[in-house]
């Protein structure tokens, strides 16, 4: 459910993506439309917030100079 991937995504440190995020893309992700994310359907996800992460801190970092 929408709280166990919260706290998956809070232990993962995607400090840029908030409720609100979650809740845009949620049906996006939930490819079978049952309102819950399976296993395969997270880790989708969850590669998607790791790219979106890289290209966040990359942005960041380029920002600092």
């Not at 459910?1 to 706290?7: L, M, Y």
């Not at 998956?8 to 439309?33: C, M, N, Q, R, S």
């Amino acid at each position: 459910d929408k709280d166990e991937v919260k706290s998956l995504i809070a232990e993962l440190d995607f400090k840029h993506v908030t409720d609100d995020y979650i809740a845009g893309i949620w049906d996006v992700f939930d490819v079978d439309g049952d309102g819950v994310l399976d296993l395969e359907e997270v880790q989708e996800m969850v590669e998607v917030l790791q790219d979106e992460k890289a290209s966040f801190d990359t942005t960041v970092d380029s920002d600092d100079y």
